[in-house]
């Protein structure tokens, strides 16, 4: 017997367009509810900006040469690294295409078009996201183009004029860099980070049987 529907949690999903494990998190928050869906248990997502990378140069950087910079990974470690996103990317159905010249970017007008999105389209920013992640890690584009990011919006089902004018006009750039700021105050580090109800927070890319027992539980609670 299906259980009455409750209120929807509301959860703030905290990422990058630039981090695989975010698209893996992401996958698998969504696999969670749907499996939570006979249970009563739903969620409303907004997804928050944090830039991984801030400072990377308007070119981008080589991903290989990027992460032996930032984190000491020589190619071994690099390769076995992709190697282990991929294969948890699949499991969540993310087709994740990393070659040696993949390359890092600037994502800070895609957050623009995320929180654009969040305000004018909430119910179509979920597909933004999927769109940019898509645009990134399957088909290596370069997501701090205005082309392909208005080309993601329109996939997403918004309007690609007016994505164009929000890239050009520079909107929302300070609300944009206020949440960012907001959520390193209230302790964001590294992402993805799974904000539930202002007060629970799953951190990194789980399985998705983590988000189901987490969110059962948090939804017993509220």
Request: glycine share 8%; charged share 25%.
């Amino acid at each position: 017997m299906t259980a009455p529907a409750s209120k929807p949690l509301k959860i703030d999903f905290v990422s990058d367009v630039m981090c695989p494990w975010c698209a893996v998190g992401l996958g698998g928050l969504e696999q969670a509810l749907e499996r939570l869906e006979g249970e009563g248990i739903a969620a409303d997502i907004a997804f928050q900006p944090f830039e991984l990378n801030p400072d990377i140069a308007p070119e981008g950087e080589n991903m290989g040469e990027h992460l032996a910079r930032k984190y000491g990974s020589t190619p071994e470690q690099s390769a076995a690294n992709r190697a282990a996103i991929t294969a948890r990317a699949a499991e969540v159905g993310v087709e994740m295409n990393f070659r040696d010249d993949s390359r890092m970017w600037n994502t800070f007008d895609a957050h623009r078009l995320l929180h654009w999105a969040g305000l004018t389209a909430p119910d179509k920013q979920a597909a933004l996201k999927h769109a940019l992640f898509a645009a990134h890690f399957t088909q290596g584009r370069n997501v701090s183009d205005a082309g392909v990011l208005t080309e993601a919006a329109e996939a997403a089902g918004l309007d690609r004029a007016e994505a164009a004018e929000v890239l050009a006009s520079g909107r929302y750039m300070q609300e944009v860099r206020t949440a960012q700021a907001l959520w390193r105050a209230r302790g964001i580090t590294s992402v993805p980070a799974v904000v539930v109800e202002d007060k629970y927070l799953i951190s990194g890319g789980q399985p998705t049987q983590v988000f189901v027992n987490a969110l059962r539980e948090i939804a017993g609670k509220a």
